[in-house]
Structure formats: C-alpha cells, structure tokens
C-alpha cells in the first residue's frame, strides 16, 4: 500500500472471517490488499471515507465477542512514514511550542534583563550610573565593548580593587571586589556651619572651637578653626575632628493641594538629607489658601570624626 494513500488499514476478526467480506461487498464497500494474519483475524485496506460504515457493521464491542458467528473490526496500528507523520500531527503544539521556545531564546540572547552583582553590591547605585553612561539598560539590547569603561569608572571608587563585567544568558554579570582597608580622604580646612541655628553640643578633638553652645549662627560661619594655639602665642595647622549638633527652624509658604505636599516641599527644602531629627512641625492654611510650615530639627555636622 503506498504510503501517502487516503486507505486505512483494517483488521477484521471471526471464525471464518471471510465471509465478512461478503457483507461488505454487498454493503458496497470496496476491499484492498486482503491478507489473513492467522485462522481468526484478516488484514485489510478500505478507503477512509468507508472506515466508519466497516465499523457500523462490525462494531469492536464487548456483547460482539460472545458470538461465535459475528466479527469485529479495528484499526491496524500504522508503520513508516505514515506512522510518524501521525505521531507528528498529534505533537503539533509541543513542536511548534518548541520551535517558538528556541526563537524567542535566540532573540531575547543579545538583550539583557537583569543585572546580578558578585562580590559586593554596596555600589550598586555607582554601578547603574557607570552603566547607564557606557549606554547599557535593562530590557534592552545588550550593547558590548564597553565594558572596561564601565570597570575604570567603578576601579576609581576608592577602596574597590576589583571589577569584572560580562554577560552571561539574559543577566550582566558585575563582580567587585573591595580593600580589606579602605583609604579614608581627610577633609581640610574649617568646619563651616551648613545650617543657621543655635549650637546644642560641640566636640573637638582636633582644632579650635570658634562657637560657643548656645551661641547662634548663620549658615556659612566657622565652627572650628584648623588650628590650635601654642604656649608662645603661634598656631599650628591641623586636620579638624569635630562634631557639632544644632537646632534649627525653618518657615516657609507652599502654594500646593495638600498638607503633605506641603511639608514635602518645606522638607526638601531644608537642604540637609542625612543626620536629621524633625523635632516638631507645624502647618496650617492661610487666607491665601496657601500652607504655612513651620519646622524644627536639629542636624549634626562632622568632619573627620
């Protein structure tokens, strides 16, 4: 029987299944290729339009296999090529699930989604920056060459000793590594105040107080001199260690939709992100239908301490 033919092969089983093909015959039903597998069973070809009209005459049910004089009729299992290309219409989704598995992997391989730190990821934020100069995103095409850019900017971070960037499947790979000990910079000259306020406490443990506590001052002014004063009158020049904590106010006018945005903006305002305590706020609503804030807060400031 040729491979690709619209026949089915059919097995036929009975006692003396022969006279089945008299059945039919006269049902109309063509037979092909008719061999007798053994004294019970035939193996024949019908067309497959005439498949379901075999099997309403010979249906393959329990009650059938009680009569020594009834047949019954199956399906032969299929061989060769028609046999896989069964197989293959069957598994059509899982291949083509396959195949688009394989082309989404091939095309999202030049993009990078994610970036994954070895090492250390405190400068994670350093990091980002360095990558988005050297003009490499996240869900984006991955754009390579650059990479010893990207090193030089985080190797000049003191204390990092370090660096390696490469990709590796859809992640950036960035591997820092830090000094065991870390270079400190000291900071020269004056402490200057950052904020207007009155000093609370001072600590020097190198230079010269310039500020009383309780005194007032202006942002801007000197806290403690880089200097201490000898016995003979003269003045050595030193590295300042102090630390000097504040309190401060501040009041201002918002033109915004609510009390929070209001204090935001005063927040913001202030100028000072770390060391700040919020001692007590307050905020109400002019005849303007403007907000008045009012703030205090005391900061501290350091150098080298």
């Not at 020049?237 to 915004?256: D, H, L």
């Not at 700040?276 to 609503?285: C, D, G, H, Q, S």
Request: aromatic share 10%; hydrophobic share 45%; proline share 3%.
């Amino acid at each position: 029987m040729p491979v690709f033919s619209v026949k089915e092969r059919l097995y036929i089983e009975g006692l003396m299944p022969e006279r089945a093909l008299l059945r039919l015959r006269r049902a109309g039903i063509p037979v092909f290729d008719v061999k007798k597998t053994d004294k019970t069973t035939l193996l024949v070809s019908v067309e497959r339009k005439d498949v379901e009209k075999v099997f309403a005459i010979y249906p393959n049910v329990c009650y059938n296999t009680t009569k020594k004089a009834s047949f019954t009729a199956r399906r032969a299992p299929k061989k060769g090529l028609a046999k896989w290309l069964s197989t293959a219409k069957k598994r059509v989704g899982l291949l083509l699930g396959g195949l688009l598995f394989i082309g989404l992997t091939a095309f999202f391989d030049g993009f990078v989604c994610g970036v994954d730190f070895v090492g250390t990821d405190v400068y994670a934020r350093e990091t980002y920056a360095a990558l988005h100069e050297a003009n490499i995103r996240t869900f984006a095409p991955y754009r390579g060459g650059k990479e010893d850019m990207v090193c030089a900017k985080l190797l000049a971070i003191d204390g990092v000793e370090f660096c390696s960037v490469r990709k590796k499947g859809l992640r950036l790979v960035v591997e820092i590594r830090v000094a065991p000990f870390a270079k400190e910079t000291a900071q020269s000259g004056k402490l200057h105040a950052a904020q207007s306020g009155t000093i609370v406490s001072m600590t020097a443990l190198r230079g010269t107080p310039l500020k009383n506590v309780g005194d007032y001052v202006n942002a801007g002014e000197p806290l403690v001199g880089d200097w201490f004063s000898t016995e003979d009158g003269g003045q050595v020049r030193v590295q300042v260690i102090a630390r000097v904590r504040m309190a401060c106010a501040y009041e201002g006018e918002w033109a915004v939709k609510s009390e929070e945005e209001a204090f935001a903006a005063a927040y913001l305002a202030i100028g000072v992100a770390e060391n700040v305590t919020l001692k007590n706020r307050e905020i109400t609503t002019t005849e303007k239908g403007t907000f008045a804030v009012k703030i205090s807060y005391e900061v501290v400031q350091t150098m080298n301490f």
